[in-house]
């Protein structure tokens, strides 16, 4: 069985930074692709950033140029470093991994962390 655990959210000014991390147990293929989420009240999960098996990234275009996201393999973690923070990036933020074995999905999300832009 596959466990997120994700740390690093809290309270932050307008421009400030937090750096997210999520650490994975269990057994995960290497071919997995890594991922953040987020959502805000009211409103439907979306994508933030993702980190494939080779390190392709995707961002989504509200926070590119301002996100990062890293993979340190030997330790099963994915990190999200968050530069320039505004209001509107506040919401409960979630990790994904993701991997497919011929037609069966893998599919595993962290139980959240929260992010607060707020001064």
């Known amino acids: 069985q596959v466990q997120l655990v994700e740390s690093g959210g809290g309270l932050v000014p307008p421009g400030g930074s937090l750096r997210l991390s999520c650490t994975a147990s269990g057994s995960i293929s290497r071919f997995a692709t890594r991922g953040w989420y987020r959502q805000a009240p009211g409103k439907q999960r979306e994508l933030v950033a993702t980190?494939?098996?080779?390190?392709?990234?995707n961002y989504a275009d509200c926070v590119k140029g301002r996100f990062t996201i890293s993979r340190d393999n030997a330790k099963n973690t994915v990190y999200l470093q968050m530069n320039s923070l505004k209001p509107e990036d506040t919401a409960v933020y979630y990790c994904?991994?993701?991997?497919?074995?011929?037609?069966?999905?893998?599919?595993?999300w962290g139980q959240g962390t929260q992010v607060t832009v707020s001064s």
């Open positions: 994904n991994v993701v991997w497919v074995v011929m037609t069966t999905k893998y599919d595993y």
């Open positions: 980190i494939g098996s080779g390190g392709m990234t």
